[in-house]
């Protein structure tokens, strides 16, 4: 993909006249302008991506002093005495029990204070000694994730990535065209020149989009669930009226108002699904506790690294889930507390086939489905994309007129705008923010138009 060519700062070729010429220049304009409004967020995404592709592993490192202890495991607590020894170091409710993805790994026991936000509690699972206290979802890895998804921010701020993915969208599908060949010998996979020569720049943005621009599609596409309109949207569609459960799947128990994504991190297709309620309890029926509670979710055959949502309240459930690299291991499974038999007991394999297709987008995207193949996959477009973004500066720079932004020129025939206008049209309508974002700046463009031409009449003094 190219925001400027060589052929852009000289006459056009003859084989590029007329309405062919106008058409390049009409597509070259607003290639240039999807670029300057997201080339800067798709640098930031691309970093805090790279980063958080290898979450696991930095984590570990950042904060071995709390992550990492000695396995004992004839010594191994009972989860009930590894929450009373979180507790004894910070008061409050215990809403959350995380199983440890490996023996080697700290317990995390997430508390609700009576006042301010939930905790993350790191017991020594084997010696019960208390770890590390801090706000829950602090770790440098969730720090990077928030940032990614712009979430870190707020709600408002999160609707630019549902605008950065369809400008991205339209980046590749307009470099594409700017970079079909049209009879020229270089720059089509190849590159030319030296970096001290604008031409090498050209090439290796244009091979490098080539290159790189499937995976920004892929990106862009499966970043989408996670926009705060067109997500959200999706995953209403996509689940229905319960956000997440098979058709057939749910079992005849009420079902309470709180959601999964609430009480434990979830899949994106089960972040609205509700909980089932434990039926109200015979007078002096007592909980089957957490001990029994985790033992049904590893007879069950739960994934290490699962998480335990604590019931609060009479009829809350024990709520059971994990999502591991491997899409088919992953599952949800709510208790009765009090029977200890299964409410609900879903699979990936019971998703529909939009909600596995979603989730395996998402999975990709977070380099985990393929393992360490899928990280460097992805770490390498990552690369690419700043690549793309760092060549778009220096060609432009090396492009531009002293004193000018450096736009790329109007066709002589407008007209070719109408047809262009209809497929972006088409977009907007399909990514709601990305289409009023186009909007404005097609009033930005008529303005700067409308500027540029009153300068040129106005008389010189």
């Known amino acids: 993909m190219t925001d400027a060519t060589d052929r ?69 607590l009972a989860p009930s005495e590894i929450i009373a020894a979180a507790l004894a170091a910070q008061p409050g409710t215990a809403v959350k029990y995380t199983d440890p ?17 939930s905790m993350a509690v790191y017991v020594d699972q084997y010696s019960g000694k208390v770890l590390e206290v801090r706000p829950d979802r602090s770790t440098f890895s969730w720090t990077v994730r928030y940032l990614h998804s712009f979430r870190f921010f707020g709600a408002t701020p999160r609707m630019v990535i549902e605008i950065v993915a369809g400008w991205a969208i339209l980046l590749v599908l307009t470099g594409i065209y700017l970079w079909w060949p049209r009879g020229q010998r270089g720059g089509v996979v190849s590159v030319r020149g030296t970096p001290a020569r604008r031409v090498f720049w050209r090439d290796l943005h244009a091979v490098t989009g080539l290159f790189a621009g499937g995976f920004i599609l892929f990106l862009a596409i499966t970043g989408l669930p996670w926009s705060s309109v067109w997500g959200a949207k999706v995953n209403e569609w996509a689940n229905g009226s319960n956000f997440g459960y098979p058709s057939g799947l749910r079992i005849a128990v009420p079902m309470s108002e709180e959601h ?18 434990t039926a109200p309890p015979e007078a002096g029926m007592p909980s089957i506790g957490v001990d029994a509670a985790v033992g049904v979710f590893e007879e069950l055959g739960l994934h290490r690294g699962y998480a335990v949502a604590l019931p609060v309240t009479p009829t809350g459930v024990f709520s ?11 599952r949800v499974v709510h208790l009765d507390q009090y029977s200890g038999e299964p409410l609900l007991d879903m699979t990936y394999a019971e998703y529909g086939p939009l909600g596995r297709a979603l989730e395996w987008g998402i ?9 360490v193949a899928n990280q460097v996959v992805m770490l390498l477009a ?59 700046m097609i009033a930005l463009d008529l303005i700067w138009q409308w500027s540029t031409n009153r300068r040129r009449e106005a008389p010189v003094a």
């Open 8 to 76: 852009g700062a000289a006459p056009e070729p003859a084989a590029r006249s007329g309405g062919a010429s106008d058409l390049y220049r009409a597509v070259w304009r607003w290639h240039f302008y999807a670029g300057l409004l997201i080339l800067p967020f798709l640098i930031t995404l691309s970093i805090s991506g790279a980063i958080y592709l290898f979450r696991d592993e930095v984590d570990t490192w950042v904060h071995a002093d709390f992550l990492q202890v000695s396995p004992a495991e004839e010594q191994r």
């Open 101 to 117: 993805l490996a023996d080697d790994l700290s317990t995390e026991i997430t508390v609700k204070p009576e006042t301010g936000g």
């Open 260 to 277: 999964l994504d609430h009480v434990a991190p979830t899949s994106w297709s089960l972040e609205q699904a509700r909980i089932p309620e």
């Open 320 to 330: 059971g889930s994990v999502y591991p690299d491997d899409l088919s291991r992953q």
């Open 363 to 371: 999975n990709t995207h977070m380099g985990q489905t393929y393992g």
């Open 382 to 440: 990552c690369l690419g994309i700043v690549l793309l973004a760092v060549s778009a500066a220096v060609m432009w720079w090396k492009r531009r007129p002293s004193g000018s932004l450096g736009v790329p020129p109007l066709p002589s025939d407008r007209r070719v705008f109408i047809g262009l206008f209809v497929l972006l049209g088409i977009g907007g309508a399909l990514f709601p923010l990305t289409g009023l974002s186009l909007l404005a």
